[in-house]
């Protein structure tokens, strides 16, 4: 199957700093990617779905100008959580498709802790 | 609103038993559904596709399909402990898109 990747695994920062996650596809092109917020015990909710070459679109309640998206090439899309708070802790996953209709390939995610 | 509705469990059963895992969906036109495993800590991984009426079977899994009552199953046979974990049911909604359901939390008991 196609591989997605995620960087870094695991992130540790200060209150107040912005941390920026990536999402690359190896082995295939992505024209879309979504990301995803995991808090423990919880389900996998859907933040937002990246566009190669135009804006995200963001899903109700998820606040655009915290959680920037960019998706600059068929194979990258990045999300910074700028100026994060203990609250923005938890597990970032990004996926993306093959082929629409087709199974949503997973990257091994980032876990994110504010101090 | 397309949805995507599992029992959230925990499903718990016996070492060796067959585990029966539900999902249901509400938009009729849905052509592909999928179930993926995600242990905990983990992202999630497919376990099965499918995309017509009727069962389709890999190895200890068989996942069976129903649109004509909106439903989706995931049976899991001769369950190991190694099986506990979140089982997610997924529905594409569309272009890119997937709907995945809450999940089910599955506990094999040695």
């Known amino acids: 199957g196609a591989v997605v990747s995620q960087h870094p695994s695991w992130v540790i920062c200060k209150s107040g700093t912005s941390v920026k996650i990536e999402c690359r596809s190896l082995?295939?092109?992505?024209?879309?990617m979504f990301w995803y917020r995991q808090f423990p015990k919880q389900s996998l909710m859907l933040m937002a779905t990246s566009n190669e070459g135009s804006k995200a679109t963001y899903e109700q309640g998820v606040e655009k100008d915290k959680f920037l998206i960019n998706h600059a090439s068929l194979t990258l899309s990045t999300l910074t959580v700028t100026s994060a708070h203990p609250e923005d802790s938890s597990f970032y996953i990004c996926s993306a498709p093959v082929r629409q209709g087709e199974t949503q390939y997973f990257g091994p995610g980032t876990r994110l802790l504010v101090l | 609103q397309k949805e995507v509705e599992q029992n959230s469990g925990p499903l718990s059963v016996p070492e060796g038993a067959i585990a029966s895992l539900n999902c249901t969906y509400s938009d009729r036109g849905s052509q592909s559904f999928f179930w993926y495993r995600q242990y905990s800590g983990k992202s999630p991984e497919l376990i099965m596709s499918?995309?017509?009426?009727g069962d389709k079977e890999d190895g200890r899994f068989t996942a069976q399909l129903n649109k004509a009552s909106q439903y989706v199953s995931l049976l899991i046979r001769d369950s190991q402990p190694s099986d506990s974990a979140t089982y997610l049911c997924a529905v594409w909604a569309g272009g890119f898109k997937t709907i995945f359901g809450a999940g089910t939390r599955l506990f094999v008991k040695a």
């Open positions: 082995d295939f092109q992505a024209t879309t």
């Open positions: 499918i995309y017509s009426n």
